[in-house]
Every structure is written in structure tokens, then in C-alpha cells.
């Protein structure tokens, strides 16, 4: 009674799947679930395992970042500010679940409207990181964060560049061991 239309609830890869307790799940993660009915002690070790915020090398060998299809289902939605500016929302799903997150407005050019289409377009970057780690296993890092941040960066000094050089400085300081201190970046 395999299915294989759909991606496994636990690992996200379109394999072979059971039904599980009302979850599809493929032969690899059904194992690990019968491994943790046997030795509920694994579930701890793996808990552990997930925690490392620094896994060493044996934990990342095989492991690549799950890529967005090309074509996503979306739903668009219609919304005003407090200042009755009307807002588009779109965001894109997998299977039902959000993983990008993206915000228009008709007034785009507007010179008010400029920092905080900056802004929105740093959310927006964020948030659609944050839902692609969540949905998706996708690692996050400090790269890919500073990444979302340069390129949603519209204007010098703005506040996406100000935080990715601030956070660009950081990372510089404590690849070299040092402790970060408070700084003034230009």
C-alpha cells in the first residue's frame, strides 16, 4: 500500500510511502521511528544531535539545502495599512505550507514609501528564510542571512546594509576568535 505522489511528512523527499498514524512516511524515516519504539533512548541522542549549532563534519556529509521548486502554488492577498495604503501579500506554498513571503504596493515609487519598501523587502527576505528552515529543513546561517540583507538593501545607508555590515563585521571578528565589542561602523 505504497503511495508515491506526494514527499515524506519527516524528510520532505519524494520516495515510496506508508501510511503512518495518518502521516506518509518512506522506508528510511519509518525505520528510525521503529528504532525509537525499540530504544526510546535514541530519541535523546538524537535531540542532541539536532542541537549542535555547530555540527562537525560527520553530521554534514550528504547534506545539501532542499531547493525551491520553479513553479509554486500562491495565494495573493489584498490589504491596507494603518496609513489606508493597499497592500499585495503573496506567499508561496509547498504542499499547503508557507515558504516565501513577498509584499507590494501600487506607491512603490513614492520617495515616502522608499525606506519602508527597504524595509518590508528585509522582512520579507527574512521571514521567507525563516519559513523555508521551518517548512523545508533548510540550514540557515549567517551567510545566507547576510545575503537576504545586501540584496534587499535599495538605498546606501539604509537599514539592511547598516544591519549586514554590522552582522558582515561580526562574523569577520569572530572567525578570528575574537569577542565581539561594541563599534562604531561608518
Known sequence: MYQTDRAC???KKKKKLLPVKGNNICAACNSVIQAVKESPELLRNLADLADHHQPGPALL???SDPELPDVLDGV????TDRDRNTWYVSVSEIDGNPVEIFASTAFENDRHLQSRISNLTTIT???SLILRHIFM???LTLEKTLTQLK???RQPND???MLSRILHNYRREKAAGDKV???IIP
Do not use: V
Open 9 to 11: 511528512d519527516i524528510c
Open 61 to 63: 556529509d550528504g547534506y
Open 76 to 79: 495573493r492577498y489584498r490589504t
Open 125 to 127: 527576505r527574512l521571514i
Open 137 to 139: 529543513g533548510e540550514k
Open 151 to 153: 540584496r534587499s538593501s
Open 159 to 161: 537599514l539592511p546594509e
Open 181 to 183: 565589542k561594541e563599534t
